[in-house]
């Protein structure tokens, strides 16, 4: 019985395999074609065509293109819009699959380890879903419980993921990608690692412990294997429906929460959570932040965080050459003056509230597409230069501030960004940073 189970989800695997990757080979055959002969290849339509490749996939290729989305300036707009299309949602296991993987993770008598365990899932995503249970010391869980083979669908699908960022690099030099998916890569098998998240929990925990406004669960061990995560359950709202409140300071207070959460950890230990997905916080009463996920986490060197910092100061007392060494110090190889002016456009759209003391909302703009109209302008200065290598250390950094910026957006917060911003700058110094860094990595089992 055992045997037929286990073929029959080789087979599937190897089917989803190949239909993906029959449509993505399709999808580089007629680009390559096309430009072949000579024809003049249409954006919009292989955007498309890209999406109905990877539509009906549900899995880590689905949370790539997510990403590539979310960071404006990586993907021409054609294809980011597109991408944004595809959902994270999958549909959840049936129970007698739960039951399985359950045991799988916990032995046989793994629901008598649990006072109750609710068989419905309450989220589920692309790489796994979250049960609600109860400890037999009384305290309210949540399990996070990984679907199976996930290990092998990450290299599967990156792969494809190769494949549809050479067909726009073949017509479309302005971004080089190729440190990019070391990147994501990278992040993405850490966060099929869940012994690796609870530790990134702990991390955050010991991070925020001074945190107003900051909440994080508590793993559980003896509940918990490198595919099951089982966490203290934190009550909270979605943040959609508090964006439709029509309180002012309510709002102003989760966002000014929300800064504080991803920002203090940057600034102060030198670690950034990459994945500011509004289904990775909920909302409190009190108008606290609960973090619920912590699979996509990232540790920078001071060196860098000063560089980031020392672009903001560049920005602010307009000086050209504090903006080339800091770009250097992100890893931006020579930068020319031009490429530096074309950065700086970027640059500029990103720290603007910070740059201004006043109250104010995070964009002016009002479009609603928070930072498109800014990085399809930078795109194409980058096409007229012939390209950028993107560093690796700018991916999450960008997606961070994206995203942030978006739900901030969404919140119709007014505040003053730049008052907020200081308050969490106000002590740095990159040599502090990395031995508070050392120290914490050290606690939670990172080094």
Not at 16 to 25: E, G, I, L
Not at 290 to 305: A, I
């Amino acid at each position: 019985m055992q045997s037929t189970k286990k073929n029959s989800l080789f087979r599937k695997r190897v089917s989803r395999y190949a239909r993906v990757s029959t449509s993505m080979a399709s999808f580089g055959a007629r680009a390559a074609g096309e430009r072949l002969l000579g024809i003049s290849l249409d954006r919009q339509k292989q955007a498309e065509r890209l999406r109905i490749a990877l539509g009906g996939l549900k899995g880590p290729l689905m949370k790539v293109a997510q990403i590539l989305s979310s960071i404006p300036d990586m993907v021409p707009k054609e294809y980011a819009m597109e991408l944004a299309q595809l959902q994270a949602d999958a549909p959840s296991m049936g129970w007698p699959f739960i039951r399985r993987r359950m045991t799988a993770e916990l032995g046989r008598d793994w629901e008598i380890k649990f006072k109750s365990f609710e068989r419905e899932a309450c989220a589920a995503a692309s790489l796994g879903q979250v049960h609600k249970a109860v400890g037999h010391d009384g305290r309210l869980l949540a399990c996070k419980l990984q679907y199976p083979d996930m290990a092998s669908a990450v290299e599967a699908d990156l792969k494809q993921l190769k494949i549809a960022l050479a067909v726009f690099e073949h017509y479309d030099r302005a971004v080089s990608t190729k440190e990019v998916q070391k990147e994501v890569a990278e992040r993405l098998h850490e966060e099929l690692d869940y012994i690796r998240e609870a530790r990134h929990m702990r991390l955050y925990a010991l991070m925020h412990r001074n945190t107003k406004g900051v909440y994080i669960p508590e793993p559980v061990e003896k509940l918990s294997t490198d595919r099951l995560l089982t966490m203290t359950w934190l009550e909270g709202r979605r943040l959609a429906e508090v964006a439709k409140l029509g309180i002012l300071k309510d709002r102003n207070e989760v966002a000014i929460n929300m800064f504080r959460a991803w920002y203090v950890p940057f600034y102060e230990y030198g670690v950034i959570h990459g994945d500011p997905h509004l289904g990775n916080y909920t909302v409190r009463d009190d108008n606290g932040i609960n973090l619920l996920d912590f699979g996509c986490v990232r540790v920078f060197p001071g060196r860098l965080v000063k560089g980031v910092l020392m672009l903001y100061e560049a920005l602010s007392e307009g000086r050209e050459g504090k903006a080339i060494e800091a770009y250097k110090i992100w890893g931006f190889s020579e930068p020319s003056k031009k490429l530096v002016e074309t950065l700086n456009i970027w640059a500029k759209f990103i720290y603007a509230p910070l740059l201004e003391d006043k109250v104010r909302p995070i964009d002016e703009t009002n479009t609603g597409l928070y930072g498109r109209e800014t990085a399809n302008r930078v795109h194409a200065e980058l096409r007229k230069l012939g390209g950028v290598s993107v560093p690796r250390e700018f991916v999450f950094m960008d997606r961070a501030a994206i995203g942030l910026g978006a739900v901030f957006l969404r919140l119709n917060a007014k505040i003053n960004w730049y008052r907020t911003f200081q308050e969490v700058v106000k002590d740095f110094n990159a040599q502090s940073l990395e031995k508070r860094q050392k120290k914490v990595l050290k606690a939670c089992g990172l080094e």
